[in-house]
């Protein structure tokens, strides 16, 4: 079980040590004050420092103040130690009105405003402190400036994808559960019985059995129970708790936690990790080792206790604080820091054989596990997800939940579970109930009841994520114009996709993939030619919904004079127009061969312009610049200055690098000028049609 703490201090006692100054000029009595203080503080005992150092800000003055960094050290002791890190805001502000030595306090400032989603500020308070650093001679020599300016940006990249996910939230409802599961304390890691009947959870707090303090300054843990019943309640009650209206609602009441006892917790750490499918087993973390605990006929925990046939899964003296098992039993997932992982804490898997025993356990790999902490896994009722809670992949808080759905016999590459279910604090322990589906997790977030508290997330809709591009085509008289659009995956250039604008509105609708760039193109021989290009972004997160809306107008053809009086153009045009028949699709009677011949006859002729309007109108026909082709593909990039570089990989083994993406052959012609000038000898145009290559000049492959 991972044992909390109020914040992270790794980075924190780098500074300290790094920074932290005396000297003595008051009277001894205030000086011994300030000495007192100055011991807690070294000792990280921050709430007896500010006992001594909150009277002295009373009596020095300000020069003394300064002298002694007081403000400083009293905003740390709140940021360090404080239910509410923000009481730490005026003291490190005062400070840095009149002193910077200790530049961290912009550091703690950012930090606070992250955890407050206040994420502008936060990133103008980072990038103060990254000048600091940057400047900052100890800290070069030391050689640690590059570690810290590296834990900065990564606070940056935090308030960026922060701002972005709190831009376009999740359809889901996050609330701070009630009935006394939370205090004033730690509440977390919650488990919930196949049945949905019993709520477990593990607190920190001076009523765990022994009231002992453990080694990090917080209480030991214990493992509680509150009874889960769905009910009827008022939607909507006065102050005094008085249903107003009739209008009812479903929610879950929780019935006050009581701690198991000593059957199960004892007086060390007792953590609950995972119910088994029948609800029969419970599987508990203590002191670094996994144990179940099984209910006897009386309906009774029993004594947790070591599972022998865990032997080869689990191993004896390594972290390993968190486990669940799929519902048919025959895998389990667990975290665990054994050497020769990914680095921190891994996710790893074991499978039971046919004679019912657990394999060697693998590691999931870098799909899932990063160099960070990868923990608290959960497989869904069904079996196909899987949640876990990562510091490594991108995030907006310390611990992000992610989810990865399983596909073709693997764990795909896992997705941000979002805001609001996630935060800029730590937000992890997920789990699924089988029969609501509604989520539950642990978050320290800004705003709770105590340090760590529980959270149930309700989803409005669990619609998988989905990326649409939509629009209309209308011509400039304003009427609804049928016709078809061309959808061309950037990076698989040579397959197109064909929607149709219907004819009543000229509306369009297209399902995309997430993280692609689509050229959208429209030849038509009623209209000019239109392109457009659409960046679809990443998936960012589980669920995300992204749509963009096109308004295309097109423009009636108008043929110069002297084509329509040139019968070899005329020809040229008859040859190429595609033909249609009324409410089927597009019938392409073009001879490819033909074409080929056509175009390269083009090339080499006169009425070169005239030829490039014309031929854009066949359906489905673009153009590139080929600058290299090679039967492996370049382990180093020699064409990084090419800004408009597109890399295809064809069947015949040959891997090509083009320049640029045209429905006009002029502009196609302008770019290799271009590109020769630029000392791009070889370089030749290809035109594709239909998903195939036609080389115009430069040499043809078999």
């Not at 900065?152 to 960026?160: E, H, P, Q, Y």
């Not at 992982?341 to 004679?355: A, H, P, R, T, V």
């Not at 310390?398 to 279910?421: A, C, Q």
Request: one cysteine or more; aromatic letters at 12%.
């Amino acid at each position: 079980m991972i044992v909390f703490s109020p914040k992270n201090l790794f980075l924190n006692i780098v500074f300290l040590a790094l920074f932290i100054g005396s000297g003595f000029s008051q009277t001894e009595e205030q000086m011994k004050e300030l000495k007192k203080g100055d011991q807690s503080y070294s000792k990280g005992d921050y709430g007896e420092a500010l006992r001594s150092y909150l009277p002295l800000l009373e009596v020095f003055d300000e020069k003394t103040l300064i002298q002694y960094s007081l403000n400083f050290k009293v905003g740390f002791c709140y940021y360090a130690s404080a239910p509410e890190d923000s009481f730490a805001v005026p003291f490190l502000t005062k400070y840095l009105e009149t002193a910077d030595v200790h530049f961290e306090a912009y550091y703690f400032l950012g930090q606070i405003s992250l955890s407050h989603h206040n994420f502008d500020n936060a990133i103008e308070q980072f990038e103060k402190f990254k000048g600091f650093v940057i400047n900052n001679t100890d800290l070069n020599n030391s050689g640690l400036s590059e570690q810290i300016l590296e834990i900065a940006d990564n606070n940056i990249t935090k308030c960026k994808l922060g701002k972005s996910f709190s831009t376009h939230p999740r359809e889901a409802i996050v609330e701070n559960i009630t009935g006394g599961v939370n205090t004033e304390y730690s509440e977390y890691a919650p488990v919930i019985s196949p049945d949905e009947t019993q709520f477990l959870f593990t607190r920190r707090s001076p009523e765990t059995l022994g009231g002992r303090v453990s080694d990090d300054g917080d209480f030991y843990e214990d493992i509680y129970l509150s009874k889960l019943t769905r009910m009827s309640v008022p939607a909507e009650t006065d102050s005094f708790g008085n249903p107003i209206g009739t209008t009812m609602v479903e929610t879950d009441v929780f019935s006050r936690p009581v701690n198991m006892g000593g059957s199960v917790n004892t007086e060390g750490h007792e953590g609950a990790i995972h119910f088994s499918a029948d609800g029969k087993k419970l599987f508990v973390y203590r002191n670094s080792n996994i144990l179940v605990s099984s209910l006897n006929k009386k309906n009774k925990w029993q004594k947790a206790i070591k599972q022998s046939q865990m032997k080869k899964v689990l191993k004896k003296g390594v972290y390993e604080p968190s486990l669940c098992i799929t519902p048919d039993g025959n895998r389990i997932y667990f975290s665990s820091e054994r050497v020769g992982g990914m680095g921190g804490l891994d996710i790893y898997m074991s499978e039971k054989g046919s004679d019912g025993k657990w394999a060697e356990a693998v590691n999931l790999g870098n799909n899932i596990n990063s160099r960070y902490d990868e923990d608290a896994p959960h497989v869904s009722h069904d079996g196909q997800k899987l949640y876990f809670s990562s510091k490594g992949h991108k995030g907006m808080g310390d611990y992000d939940i992610f989810v990865s759905d399983f596909v073709g016999g693997d764990w795909s590459k896992p997705v941000n579970m979002g805001y609001p279910i996630n935060s800029a604090n730590n937000d992890i322990f997920y789990t699924v109930s089988p029969i609501t589906g509604i989520g539950y997790f642990s978050s320290d977030r800004t705003g709770g009841t105590g340090l760590m508290d529980i959270y149930k997330a309700t989803f409005s809709s669990n619609a998988p994520a989905s990326a649409k591009i939509s629009g209309k085509v209308i011509g400039t008289d304003s009427l609804p114009c049928s016709v078809q659009l061309f959808f061309i995956d950037s990076l698989k250039p040579l397959d197109s996709n064909i929607v149709n604008s219907d004819a009543s509105a000229g509306a369009f609708l297209k399902e995309v993939e997430f993280g692609k760039t689509y050229y959208i193109n429209i030849w038509d021989k009623s209209f000019e030619k239109h392109s457009d290009t659409v960046y679809v972004p990443e998936l960012g997160y589980y669920g995300q919904q992204f749509s963009t809306n096109l308004n295309i107008i097109l423009q009636k053809t108008k043929l110069d004079t002297a084509v329509k009086t040139d019968t070899t153009q005329n020809q040229l045009v008859e040859n190429n127009l595609p033909t249609f028949q009324k409410n089927e699709e597009k019938i392409d009677t073009t001879d490819k061969t033909k074409l080929t011949e056509t175009l390269k006859k083009i090339l080499n002729t006169e009425k070169n312009a005239t030829a490039d309007k014309i031929l854009p109108i066949t359906p489905g026909l673009f153009f590139k610049v080929q600058i290299g082709a090679f039967k492996k593909p370049l382990s180093k990039n020699i064409y990084e200055n090419v800004n408009d570089l597109a890399v295809v990989s064809f069947e015949d083994g040959f891997t090509c690098y083009f320049s640029g993406n045209y429905s006009s052959l002029a502009d196609a012609k302008l770019r290799k000028s271009e590109l020769l000038k630029d000392g791009f000898s070889d370089a030749f145009i290809v035109a594709f049609k239909d998903g195939k290559r036609i080389y115009l000049d430069g040499p043809v492959r078999p």
